[in-house]
């Protein structure tokens, strides 16, 4: 079974740093996009930073020049760098991954258990 798990969130002063990272687990055949979404309370879950199998990335212009994506193939994982945090990021963040099974022939999208990060003083 196919699972994303990610680890690294947490609670950090505003102007602060937090990696996060996911991993997949299980028996895939391949992966193509991986990413980050977040969800703030009361909020849609919104795009944070994707990035390809080639390593072309896309930011929301809201995290550009702060925020880092980046993926190692070889580990099946993808980490997210968040630089000078601020207090409306807080949010639960999701993991996400079009991933092909073994023994499948498409591509599905599976996302993790989410992490919370919270920017606070």
């Known amino acids: 079974q196919v699972q994303l798990v990610e680890s690294g969130g947490g609670l950090v002063q505003p102007g602060g740093s937090l990696r996060l990272s996911c991993a997949a687990s299980?028996?895939?055949?391949?992966?193509?996009?991986m990413g980050w979404y977040r969800q703030a309370p009361g909020k849609q879950r919104e795009l944070v930073a994707s990035i390809s199998v080639g390593g072309t990335k896309n930011y929301a212009d809201s995290v550009k020049g702060r925020f880092t994506i980046s993926r190692d193939n070889a580990k099946k994982s993808v980490y997210l760098q968040m630089n000078s945090l601020k207090s409306e990021e807080s949010a639960v963040y999701y993991c996400?991954?079009?991933?092909?099974?073994?023994?499948?022939?498409?591509?599905?999208?599976?996302w993790g258990q989410g992490t919370q990060v919270t920017v606070s003083s």
């Open positions: 996400y991954a079009k991933i092909r099974p073994a023994g499948n022939l498409i591509y599905k999208d599976y």
């Open positions: 299980g028996n895939i055949f391949g992966i193509y996009d």
